[in-house]
């Protein structure tokens, strides 16, 4: 069974860092994708950033220049370095990891920023 579990979420203030992590397990397939998304109260979810095998990244608009994505497809690993944060990034943090026509979903990690 594949398991996705994020951690590194956490209460910060703005203009402060946190580190998000997802490790997974029961994957026994190549993955094509690794990416973050984000849903905040009310809101769909998004994309905040992905990472392709290849090492090709996407960013959306909102967080270039202050995150920054991390994937190891030989450890099925990723992690999301998140600076210079702002308020409106308050949200559930969700990790996914795509093959050919499936994709995974981690449970979420809380992120809150606020002074």
């Known amino acids: 069974q594949v398991r996705l579990v994020e951690s590194g979420g956490g209460f910060v203030q703005p203009a402060g860092s946190l580190r998000l992590s997802c490790a997974t397990s029961?994957?026994?397939?190549?993955?094509?994708?690794m990416g973050w998304y984000r849903q905040a109260p009310g809101k769909q979810r998004e994309l905040v950033a992905s990472?392709?095998?290849?090492?090709?990244?996407t960013y959306a608009d909102s967080v270039k220049g202050r995150f920054t994505i991390s994937g190891d497809f030989t450890k099925n690993a990723m992690s999301l370095q998140m600076n210079s944060l702002k308020p409106e990034d308050t949200a559930v943090y969700y990790c996914?990891?795509?093959?050919?026509?499936?994709?995974?979903w981690g449970q979420g990690t809380q992120v809150t920023v606020s002074s």
């Open positions: 996914n990891v795509n093959r050919p026509y499936r994709g995974y």
């Open positions: 029961g994957i026994t397939f190549s993955i094509t994708t």
């Open positions: 990472i392709t095998s290849s090492g090709s990244t």
